[in-house]
């Protein structure tokens, strides 16, 4: 937000303009203080990009400062290494050849040399032999591993398999012993209150008796129908607690089964989610092993190719020492071993140059603002520009190298700053004005809002 403040000298000005042009005197230059609102930017925000390559390792992390060189993450250089010994090996050939058109060696040193050349010849053919067996132990090794890797994934997927149904089991024997349960109960239930009934009806019955002794000759029919009925409702009853007997007999037995089921099928339960989590550190322990074998048998190929290199430079090393030459170099053999010198030369300085590209290096000095997965972003926080907007009337007066006062109120913070640039095209009707901060101090942070002071005249 910006706006113009005009003080009291302002209108003093004003009037001693009129004045002067009355009296004839030339009038003093008219000042304007103009207020914008900015926001700091570092001098300097780069981004290090990593590229496509595979990225080992990172160095650094967020609010961390570094120097310029320092380095910021390490690239794969497995491909580098693997170009610089092929590099380094082809200008060890390159200057044996050139010494080959060159020199001459004794009888002496021809014998000598034959038998270093052999040597060196034989240490290759096995460096080569070795290269290829590990190679070899390579692939049988990744196979058996995948193999180990494919048969613990099976097995895991059989006890997966195997879970639903061990659980299916276990809840329908659990249902099976509730419903054995709970039908005994309701058979027991009808027990206890047939027995209660039973022993209500011989208490009437007992009771009838005891009347029938004293009772008068109209009584006795009556109490004697009802004795009867009380003596048939006790058949009932007993022929009703003997079959209820038998029925939960038969029901606890039915529910001592089921409990047995039950037992068994939580058993089952259990050994086959016991299955599931050996089946499953299992594929865990054969996906480890494929890793940390594949990372051993990549460092022994390394090993061996650096050998076969090695015996490489060996030969050509013994194959200079062996440059016998019966006769002058022929017209043309010197100038073109000297180029092929200089083009393996060039090789290996590239070579080196790439190994070298693989260390990510600050190209500034400043602070980490961001670190990802491809990329790290720096800031120099020890200079800053401020960007600010003025209007249309008050652009053409601000000039480059003009001074003005910053206000930074997030950081209780006031310095100089210099115009260093205004926008040629304006933004939604307004135009930039970019100034760089005289002087720094460790409370600024990218992004604060800065007040800006500028007078124009």
């Known amino acids: 937000m910006r706006h113009r403040r005009f003080t009291l000298a302002v209108g003093i000005a004003v009037g001693a303009l009129v ?55 390490q690239l794969d250089a497995t491909e580098m290494r693997a170009t610089l010994r ?25 014998r000598q040399n034959a038998v270093a050349q052999t040597r060196a010849e034989l240490a290759l053919r096995q460096a080569r032999a070795a290269l290829v067996g590990a190679q070899a132990a390579a692939r049988q090794n990744a196979a058996a591993r995948a193999d180990a890797l494919q048969r613990a994934r099976a097995k895991l997927a059989v006890a997966q398999e195997a879970l639903p149904a061990a659980a299916q089991a276990a809840s329908s024997a659990a249902a099976a012993l509730a419903d054995a349960k709970a039908r005994a109960a309701t058979v027991q239930a009808r027990i206890d209150r047939n027995t209660e009934r039973r022993t209500a009806l011989e208490v009437t019955q007992s009771a009838l008796q005891a009347k029938l002794q004293t009772a008068e000759a109209s009584e006795i029919a009556d109490l004697r129908a009802r004795l009867a009925d009380v003596a048939a409702a006790l058949g009932d009853v007993a022929k009703a607690l003997t079959a209820d007997g038998n029925l939960v007999a038969e029901l606890n037995g039915n529910a001592a089964d089921a409990a047995s089921a039950a037992g068994e099928a939580k058993s089952a339960l259990a050994t086959a989610r016991n299955d599931v989590a ?45 440059a016998a030459k019966t006769q002058g170099a022929k017209p043309g053999d010197v100038a073109a071993a000297k180029t092929a010198v200089t083009s393996a030369e060039a090789a290996l300085d590239q070579a080196r140059a790439a190994l070298a590209a693989t260390t990510v290096r600050a190209p500034i000095a400043g602070t980490v603002a961001k670190v990802d997965a491809r990329s790290v972003r720096l800031v120099d926080v020890s200079r800053y520009n401020v960007k600010a907007m003025v209007s249309e009337t008050d652009a053409p007066h601000v000039r480059a190298g003009q001074l003005a006062k910053v206000t930074v109120k997030g950081a209780d913070v006031r310095l100089s700053a210099r115009v260093v640039s205004v926008d040629t095209l304006p933004t939604a009707g307004k135009y930039g004005v970019t100034l760089a901060l005289e002087g720094d101090d460790p409370a600024l942070r990218p992004g604060m809002t800065a007040e800006v002071t500028l007078a124009l005249s």
């Open 19 to 73: 004045f002067g042009a009355l009296a004839g005197e030339s009038a003093p230059p008219l000042t304007v203080t103009v207020t914008a609102t900015g926001t700091l930017e570092p001098v300097q925000d780069v981004s290090v990009d990593f590229g496509s390559s595979r990225v080992a390792a990172v160095y650094v992390s967020a609010g961390q400062p570094v120097a310029k060189g320092q380095p910021l993450a």
């Open 86 to 110: 092929t590099a380094e090996a082809n200008l060890a050939s390159a200057r044996a050849q050139l010494l080959q058109v060159r020199q001459e060696p004794t009888r002496a040193e021809r």
């Open 278 to 322: 050996t089946a499953t550190d299992g594929v865990t322990g054969a996906a480890d092993a494929v890793r940390t074998g594949s990372e051993q048998d990549a460092q022994a190929l390394m090993q061996a190719r650096d050998a076969v290199a090695t015996s490489r430079v060996g030969l050509a090393g013994a194959l200079a020492d062996n």
